[in-house]
């Protein structure tokens, strides 16, 4: 029986399988094309025998069946294909290449040569190389997705944001039915952060197929960027009764049972995680914060110190100490825990828990001088230097924090909050750039409530009050519990001569003993409005 004309593909057998974006899109290695007319005697069943070898881990078997294979038909490229594949499993790279070569001379029109040969040369870093082979599988045939995921992962790993959404999107149109281009899609919004797109396409992918665990995972990981931990602990729910050996997916259930407020659920998913994977160090990591968040101080430092003896060269089980005894409010011997954990791996996320640690015990110059000395030297760390921006924005350094933010903007004009507090540091500094900086905000995120609140108080400050009531109507939709967006509403609603409105919005409002900032002047307001 000669090959089927669907390409028939092996396990996922490359042993250090590259990432889903940032490595190239981690393909399947394609252990078979669709036979030449000159030379198809190798079998369908001959494949699967190999195939299923491979799954099998019965490596010299598979081998034997291979030499056996090329002896019978050494002018057929899926026989070195079929060879390629288990020397891979092997992890004889070179001899596999070789083999793959010598399919593609056999058959220059190989697609599965090429995508094979396209893999190695990601594993090999030579990404033009990796590019060449994918155009040239598209020019043998134009829809191929894989070959679109390929590019897609290439311009991932080389900054080339347009050009991964306009790959995936190609992949989704050449492959309308395929889960993996919307699942890759939405796993690129949301490293973006825009997780409203990355919602919107995993609910895509999920409906193409509902038992799908990619897609399933994909649309748990959006339900928890966009705050639906109950929505994600039933997408993790029904992804672990498909796998319930598992132990991500138990994992993955853990954490959005802890987002969702459920410790007993959480503690006991992340148990069954480590049941099934006793070693399984961010499941324990987890773990340890869950019973944080439950009072259970002893078994988090348990589990800690636990860290600390399997991992000695990790700094997480001293991190996991320091949130302990911060929440212990023993800020000086947090200190020393996330000095310790800073030691053994300097990383960001270190620095700012150090930081933190340092301003409660009253060293708000050391604190700041930790960050400061951090971004000297990883300038482009945009996370730890949005959060020192934030943290001299709460202190009041104004100044400062319009500085730290200018910079995150700089580097990174997509990031939201960034966009929106400097536009409010703008208002307060009467600077005329603060409605400019807002529009991009609103233009990124029209539908975020504090966005929507920065531009439209903005706006009633500058007298564009129409258009400030109609987005300040729009966040009190959205946050009807805030405030400050209820007030900043009824002041707008005022300055357009709606008196009656306003002070029915300001009553109801200061009928609450709810403080905030602004209250004073929402007091005053309501007492001229009365007058």
Request: aromatic share 4%; charged share 25%; with cysteine.
């Amino acid at each position: 029986m000669a090959i089927s004309k669907i390409a028939l593909r092996a396990c996922l057998i490359l042993s250090g399988a590259l990432s889903m974006l940032a490595h190239g899109l981690a393909l399947a290695t394609i252990i078979s094309d669709e036979p030449s007319e000159m030379h198809s005697g190798v079998t369908e069943r001959e494949v699967r025998q190999i195939n299923s070898l491979l799954a099998q881990k019965q490596l010299d078997k598979a081998m034997q069946e291979v030499e056996a294979l090329e002896k019978q038909q050494p002018q057929d490229a899926n026989t070195y294909i079929l060879k390629g594949a288990v020397l891979l499993a092997r992890r004889d790279p070179a001899a596999a290449r070789k083999s793959f070569e010598r399919a593609l001379e056999l058959n220059p029109k190989s697609v599965a040569a090429s995508m094979n040969l396209a893999q190695l040369d990601l594993l090999e870093k030579n990404l033009q190389s990796a590019q060449r082979r994918y155009q040239g599988v598209l020019t043998i045939d134009p829809k191929n997705t894989d070959a679109m995921l390929g590019l897609a992962g290439i311009a991932a790993r080389t900054g080339r944001d347009a050009e991964v959404v306009s790959w995936l999107e190609k992949a989704i149109d050449a492959g309308p039915a395929l889960v993996r281009p919307r699942v890759l899609l939405s796993t690129y919004y949301l490293q973006k952060r825009d997780a409203q797109k990355a919602l919107a396409i995993a609910k895509q992918a999920q409906a193409l197929d509902a038992d799908n665990s990619e897609a399933l995972d994909a649309l748990g990981a959006a339900q928890l960027a966009t705050n639906e931990p109950g929505a994600a602990v039933a997408s993790y729910r029904k992804l672990t009764a498909l796998a319930p050996s598992d132990p991500a997916a138990h994992y993955k259930l853990g954490m959005a049972q802890a987002a969702a407020r459920d410790i007993e659920g959480s503690r006991a998913s992340l148990n069954r995680a480590l049941q099934l994977k006793p070693d399984f160090l961010q499941a324990k990591v987890e773990l340890a914060a869950v019973e944080l968040r439950a009072g259970a101080h002893g078994e988090s430092v348990r589990i800690a110190k636990e860290i600390q003896k399997q991992h000695p060269s990790s700094s997480v089980g001293w991190t996991l100490e320091g949130d302990v005894l911060m929440d212990q409010k023993q800020y000086a011997q947090a200190e020393k825990a996330y000095e310790r954990a800073f030691g053994i791996r300097k990383s960001g996320m270190v620095a700012v828990k150090l930081h933190d640690a340092l301003n409660a015990a009253g060293k708000s110059k050391a604190a700041d001088s930790i960050l400061l000395d951090w971004l000297k030297d990883h300038p482009a760390d945009v996370a730890v230097r949005s959060y020192l921006a934030m943290s001299y924005l709460k202190n009041g350094n104004n100044k400062e924090a319009i500085r730290q933010y200018e910079t995150v903007v700089q580097s990174a004009p997509r990031e939201v909050v960034a966009l929106n507090d400097l536009a409010w540091l703008y208002q307060q500094a009467n600077d005329s750039r603060a409605a400019d900086t807002a529009e991009r905000a609103y233009q990124l995120a029209p539908e975020n409530a504090q966005v929507l609140d920065t531009l439209g108080w903005i706006l009633a400050n500058k007298g564009d009050v129409d258009r400030s009531v109609k987005l300040l109507r729009r966040a009190a939709e959205l946050v009807p519990s805030s405030p400050v967006i209820r007030y900043h509403l009824a002041a707008s609603l005022a300055k357009t001569g709606a008196n009656v409105p306003a002070r029915v919005e300001l009553e109801a409002l200061l009928k609450k003993d709810t403080a905030f900032r602004e209250r004073p002047q929402a007091e005053a307001l309501l007492k001229q409005l009365k007058n």
